[in-house]
Each structure stands twice: as structure tokens, then as C-alpha cells.
């Protein structure tokens, strides 16, 4: 296991990069460094692993080699949850193992909380988990999945903004706020509007 390969996923502001070793068709375990490493965190450990797996080791956004999120975004760590679900969806994975050291460990904790459906076994190096008081639990979970869903399938789907009529542009917006008169949405739409050829 001491071959490995280097795979890119595309992301919306780049790239995430990470390193495979072991056969693709193994069975997949996604590995989670810690806070200020990289991939190469596991150089040391994959090769003692058992054999027959497939250990995909990513570098979350602004480690390693993945790119940078853009000057003056933060790094939450909902986001490096995130970065995983993105793996996963790219890689096609339905369910694997997750093996995090760290803030890795905690990522791979709260992404096992959202995704309990993806997540076969969970493996932590140095790490507690992760933790939140019970009577916050259904609710944070709930909205924080629907939060990441909604945003890779909008991502998903980007298509070419749809083009519309000053009036019909007007219409919509007048429609998605009742409290607007129509001089005032005209008003926001000279600065909120871009006008192409097709409208």
C-alpha cells in the first residue's frame, strides 16, 4: 500500500485535492487529517492498514494541496462537514468507513451525525467525537442537513440566470414581496438587475 494516487474534485471557488491508495474497488474508507496538517498525515498509517481497502485522504479547503476559499470567507467547520459531503457525492460513495485524527476526528463525528445512513463504521484518532446538548439534537440536526442539501443541489443545477422583461422582472420581485409598492421594487431593480440582450 505504499503506491498512491493523486485525485482533484472539483469545488466552486477550485478544487479539493487528495491521495488513494489500494484498490478502487475496495472497500471505501475516507480519511480526515487535523487542524493546520494535510493528507500526508497517514503516509505512515495506511500501509500498516488492512489490505483490500480503498483510503482516500483528503486535504479540507486551505490545506495541502486543496484550494483556498476566497480572501475573506472564514473557515467554519460546518464547512469542512462540507467539504466531505462533496467527496462523498464526487467519489459516489453510498456508505464508507470514516477515519478522523483531531479536529478530522470531530468533522467525521458531526458528519456521521448528519449522514448516519452513509456511515458504516467510525474511526477516531485523538479525538472525542462529537458532542451537543440533547434538547438542541433534532433541531440542529434537521437544519444544518437541509442546509449543506440545499447547497450542493442548487450547485448542482447552476444553470445561466434566466432573463426576463423589466416589467416581468418587476412582476416577480413585486410577488416575492408584498410589502413592496411598485415604484420602490423599480427602484431596487435599476441596481439589483443586470441587463443582457436577451432582457
Known amino acids: 500500500l505504499g503506491m498512491f494516487s493523486e485525485l482533484k474534485f472539483p469545488v466552486p471557488w477550485g478544487h479539493v485535492a487528495a491521495k488513494a491508495w489500494g484498490p478502487s474497488e475496495g472497500h471505501p474508507v475516507l480519511c480526515l487529517h487535523g487542524w493546520l496538517d494535510n493528507a500526508n498525515t497517514f503516509d505512515k498509517l495506511i500501509p ?27 473557515y467554519h467547520f460546518l464547512d469542512y462537514v462540507t467539504d466531505v459531503r462533496r ?25 456521521c451525525f448528519l449522514y448516519p445512513e452513509m456511515v458504516d463504521k467510525l474511526i477516531l484518532l485523538e479525538n472525542l467525537g462529537f458532542l451537543l446538548a440533547p434538547e438542541d439534537t433534532e433541531a440542529w ?9 440545499r447547497l450542493l443541489s442548487l450547485e448542482a443545477k447552476q444553470q445561466t440566470p434566466k432573463a426576463r422583461s423589466p ?28 441587463e443582457t440582450p436577451a432582457g
Open 48 to 74: 500498516l492498514l488492512p489490505r483490500g481497502c480503498y483510503y482516500v485522504a483528503m486535504d479540507f479547503s486551505g490545506h495541502g494541496l486543496s484550494s483556498h476559499r476566497p480572501a475573506g470567507c472564514p
Open 87 to 111: 467527496v462523498a457525492a464526487a467519489l459516489q460513495w453510498r456508505r464508507f468507513t470514516l477515519m478522523g485524527h483531531s479536529m478530522g476526528g470531530a468533522v467525521a463525528g458531526m458528519f
Open 141 to 149: 440536526l434537521k437544519s444544518r442537513r437541509r442546509v449543506i442539501d
Open 167 to 194: 416589467e416581468a422582472a418587476l412582476q416577480r420581485l413585486l410577488e416575492a414581496n408584498s410589502h413592496l409598492t411598485a415604484e420602490g421594487g423599480a427602484i431596487l431593480l435599476q441596481r439589483g438587475a443586470t
